[in-house]
């Protein structure tokens, strides 16, 4: 089983664990805050240094759909997560992605992955295949903040393995290669693609 489905399944159990009902009311109070600290807490250590972090309705979804989104985001190394928006909110924020906190609202779901381009490109075909499914924004390389249609234009970005082996096979001998990351290259291009767009609806 990949990490990703590992974490999922540990965030499951927490969140259908209930209380002893022989606990006292205090007991029963510190019990529920340590749920909700643990479930946090999960999800911030899950979503930081994530290449893309994205909040996408969900509307109600079957056991049947919440499946496909599960399985097919995971062979792509993603994982997918349905939490209170409450808890959720928290957990952006102390995993640095406070500008999706104003995504959480009614029925939402986030995934989050390593492999930017290639979540970026489920997400995408997943809308399609599940009724209600739409993706409304992400964070990439927690830096810059993207809307749907940069969401498809990053989809349609090569992915960093392509990138990287584009830029090598474009270095002179004896050079070395002086990119941080590959999501930070495709921050740039993508903010480059966004300036290129603007200006061409411009002009």
Known sequence: RSAATVAEARLSCVMSAQPFAVMSSTGKLRLQRFRKSFIVNMMAKQLEGKSLVAVAYTGNLNYQQQYILRSELNSVGASFNVV?????????????????????????????????????????????????????????????????DEVERLANLPAAEVVHRDMIAQMLPGTVLQVPSPAAFLVALLQQHSASSTREDGG
Request: glycine share 8%.
């Open 84 to 148: 209170k928006n409450s808890l959720m909110s928290l957990g952006f924020e102390r995993a640095g992605l406070a500008p999706l906190k104003p995504l959480l609202r009614g029925k939402v779901a986030v995934a989050s992955g390593d492999a930017d381009v290639a979540v970026a490109q489920k997400l995408l075909s997943l809308s399609k295949k599940v009724p209600d499914f739409a993706v409304l924004g992400a964070m990439l390389d927690r830096r810059l903040l993207l809307q749907y």
